[in-house]
């Protein structure tokens, strides 16, 4: 008999726009929380990407990013309260969600940018 998989809500905010033309995108999920000062800071760094990535074309020019506040919901907080923030890539339906390798606080958003390239490659590889 196979385990039945636990699953998280999907209901969030999303930070960046749908892309053009109704495409269907891959989604970044960022869980965080009011306060969290590493959240914060990997959310820029997200955001800043992803403004790049509408001119200069990359792996991240068809990503949807969504931050989602852990304190909404009780499945986020107990899978996710100690260990914020914490990155996950999905299917355009949300589904499949798998977490992507913590980068360091301090890496610098060029790197961030290589880090998660490599994640969703990784991510379409297994797929």
């Not at 995108?25 to 969290?36: A, D, H, M, V």
């Not at 890496?107 to 297994?126: N, P, V």
Request: charge should be neutral; proline fraction near 7%.
């Amino acid at each position: 008999m196979v385990a039945a998989q636990k699953s998280l809500p999907r209901c969030a905010y999303s930070t960046v726009a749908a892309s053009a033309g109704g495409q269907q995108r891959r989604k970044l999920f960022l869980y965080s929380k009011e306060g969290c000062h590493l959240c914060d800071g990997l959310k820029e760094k997200i955001q800043a990407l992803l403004d790049r990535a509408q001119f200069m074309p990359s792996p991240l020019s068809d990503i949807s990013f969504e931050v989602r506040d852990i304190t909404t919901e009780p499945a986020w907080w107990e899978a996710y309260s100690l260990t914020i923030p914490v990155l996950t890539v999905a299917d355009p339906d949300g589904s499949n969600e798998v977490k992507v390798p913590r980068p360091s606080p301090r890496i610098s958003t060029d790197r961030l940018g290589q880090h998660l390239e490599k994640a969703l490659e990784s991510r379409e590889q297994e797929t």
